[in-house]
C-alpha cells in the first residue's frame, strides 16, 4: 500500500466509522430495548455475561460464537475500564461488538480488493478505497450493524478465512471459517469455497499445461463451447481420479477437510444443521431463491448488471442461441411451478420489506413468478458475464456454493444472500470511476431511506403497544 493510499483509506475508514457512531447513537436512542431476534440474543449474551452457560434459550437457532466473543471483548473492556452494573452487557454494549465487526470488514474488504485484483495495474488506490467503502455500506449488512444480529461478524470470520485462503495460509483459514460456522451453521459452505478455490486453482493450472500440449492456443478455459466444456469435463474426471492429484489435494486442504468432517459430526450428534428451534427453519429444495438472488444482485449491482451494452449483448446471445435459451425457459418454469415454496413468516410478519416484496409483485397475480422468468435468463445471463474473467473451474465451484447457500433456504431472507453477494462483487471487474461512484450514492440512498423508515416511520399491532419498525 503507497502512502497516499495508506492515508486515503485511514481518512475513508475513521470517516465511515465516526459517521457510523453517530447513526449507532441515533439507533440505540430509539430503540432502547432489544428489537425482533434481539429479544432472543441480547438474554442470551447477558445470560453468558453472568457466567450462566449452561443456559440456553431454544428458540435460537445458531450456535453461541456471538455470544461467547461478546462475553470475551465486553467483560475484559469492563475490568479495565472500571465498568459496573447494567452498563455491562446492555443492549448498547453488545450492539457496540457489531460495530467494531463493521469496521473490521470495511479493512478485510479492502484487503481482498487488492489481493484477487492485484495483476490489474489500472485499478488505482482510490478505486480500491472507493469499491471497499462502497461494499461496506452494502445495506442488508450494514443496517444490521447497529443490532445485536449474527450477520457482522459471519461476514467477518468468513472475510477473514477468504483472505488466508488466498494467502494460501489454509490453517488459520480454516480456524477461522470454523469461528465462522460458530456464528451461523450454514458458513460451513464458505468453508468448501475455500478449499475449491485450491481445488480451482490446480484444475486451472492442468488445464493450461493440456492446451499447451495440444498447441490449441486459441481454445481457452473460460469460452464457453459444447467441444471446450467436454474437454474441461474430461479433464475434471481424469485429474480427480489420479492418486497423485488427490495425494496433492488432500496435502493442501486437509485442514478444510477436518473442518468439513466436524460439521458432519456435529449433523450427527445434533440431528440437523438447526440447533433449537427446528420448526421454522425446515430444509427443501426451493430453487426459486436462486431466482431471487440473481434478481437481489441486479438490484445491488446495477451500474454491473443493467447497462445498455449489457442489454444489447443478451440480445445478441439469444439471438444466436434460441435453442438453448428455450430449454433454459422451460427448466426455469418448471422450477418455479413444482419448488416455489412460501414460508409462513414471508406472510406474516410485515415488518420485514420482503413481505411488501411479496405481496406488491408476487401475489398480484400468480402468474407473476412465470413473467419474470425473462428477466431471470437476463439476470443470469448478466450475472455469469461479469464472472468471465475467472477460470471455469472457479465458476464452477462458486454456483456449487451458491446453490447450497441459497436453494435449502424455505424462507426468502435477504439476509441470507449478504455473503454470496459479497464474494461474488469481490471477484467482478472494477467499474470506471463515475459507475463506482453511482453505486456508492445508490448504496448511501437506499441506507438513508431503510434508516428513515426504521426511526421514523413506527407503527403498532392491534392488541399490542409495543412499537414496530420496518427493516430488512
Keep these: ?36 431476534d434481539e429479544v432472543f440474543h441480547v438474554p442470551q449474551a447477558q445470560a453468558y455475561c453472568h457466567g450462566r452457560f449452561l443456559q440456553w434459550d431454544p428458540m435460537i437457532t445458531t450456535l453461541p460464537g456471538l455470544y461467547l466473543l461478546s462475553v470475551g471483548v465486553v467483560k475484559p473492556a469492563a475490568w479495565l475500564l472500571g465498568w459496573t452494573g447494567s452498563v455491562v452487557c446492555s443492549v448498547a454494549m453488545l450492539r457496540f461488538i457489531n460495530l467494531l465487526f463493521s469496521a473490521g470488514n470495511f479493512y ?42 449474527t450477520d457482522p461478524g459471519s461476514v467477518f470470520f468468513t472475510l477473514f478465512s477468504y483472505l488466508m485462503c488466498l494467502y494460501g495460509n489454509h490453517k488459520t483459514s480454516a480456524l477461522l471459517g470454523f469461528c465462522g460456522f460458530m456464528f451461523r451453521q450454514t458458513n460451513i459452505v464458505w468453508t468448501v469455497f475455500c478449499a475449491g478455490n485450491v481445488v480451482a486453482e490446480k484444475l486451472n493450472e492442468a488445464w493450461k499445461i493440456e492446451l499447451q500440449k495440444k498447441k490449441d492456443e486459441k481454445i481457452s478455459s473460460r469460452k464457453g463451447s459444447f467441444s471446450d466444456l467436454t474437454r474441461i469435463l474430461q479433464l475434471l474426471v481424469k485429474y480427480l481420479l489420479s492418486p497423485k492429484n488427490l495425494v496433492t489435494l488432500t496435502a493442501l486442504t486437509w485442514p478444510y477437510i477436518i473442518l468439513v468432517c466436524l460439521f458432519f459430526v456435529f449433523i450427527f450428534i445434533n440431528g440437523g444443521i438447526v440447533v433449537g428451534d427446528r420448526s421454522s427453519h425446515e430444509a427443501c429444495l426451493h430453487f426459486p431463491q436462486l431466482f431471487y438472488f440473481l434478481s437481489f444482485t441486479v438490484f445491488f449491482s446495477f451500474p454491473h448488471l443493467l447497462t445498455p451494452t449489457k442489454i444489447r449483448k443478451f440480445l445478441l446471445s439469444l439471438k444466436k442461441y434460441p435453442v438453448q435459451y428455450s430449454l433454459v425457459t422451460v427448466i426455469s418454469l418448471f422450477l418455479i411451478w413444482k419448488f416455489t415454496y412460501v414460508h409462513k413468516y414471508l406472510l406474516a410478519d410485515n415488518r420485514h420489506f420482503t413481505f411488501y416484496v411479496w405481496r406488491k409483485v408476487f401475489q398480484r397475480h400468480e402468474l407473476v413468478k412465470y413473467l419474470l422468468v425473462p428477466f431471470y435468463l437476463f439476470a443470469g445471463w448478466s450475472f455469469a458475464d461479469t464472472l468471465k474473467s475467472k477460470s471455469i473451474f472457479w465458476i464452477l465451484m462458486y454456483f456449487v456454493c451458491l446453490l447450497a447457500v441459497t436453494v435449502p433456504q424455505k424462507l426468502l431472507e435477504f439476509r441470507y444472500f449478504i455473503l454470496p453477494f459479497l464474494i ?23 441506507n438513508a431511506v431503510t434508516f428513515y423508515l426504521f426511526l421514523n416511520r413506527t407503527f403498532q399491532w392491534e392488541n399490542s403497544d409495543e412499537v414496530q419498525r420496518f427493516m430488512w
Excluded at 484477487?116 to 471497499?132: D, W, Y
Excluded at 469481490?426 to 463515475?434: D, S
Aim: glycine share 4%; with cysteine; aromatic share 20%.
Design 108 to 149: 478485510l474488504l479492502y484487503l481482498l480488493l487488492f489481493k484477487i485484483h492485484q495483476k490489474n495495474k489500472a485499478v488505482s488506490g482510490f478505486q480500491r478505497i472507493l469499491s471497499a467503502l462502497t461494499l461496506a455500506a452494502f445495506p442488508t449488512l450494514y443496517f444490521f450493524t447497529f443490532l445485536y444480529y
Design 424 to 446: 461474488y462483487r469481490l471477484n467482478i471487474p472494477f467499474l470506471p470511476l463515475y459507475r463506482q461512484l453511482l453505486e456508492l450514492a445508490f448504496y448511501i440512498l437506499v
Design 1 to 36: 500500500m503507497e502512502r497516499y493510499e495508506a492515508y486515503g483509506f485511514s481518512g475513508a475508514m475513521s470517516g465511515a466509522f465516526l459517521l457510523s457512531c453517530l447513526l449507532f447513537a441515533a439507533v440505540s436512542r430509539r430503540q432502547r430495548g432489544p428489537y425482533m
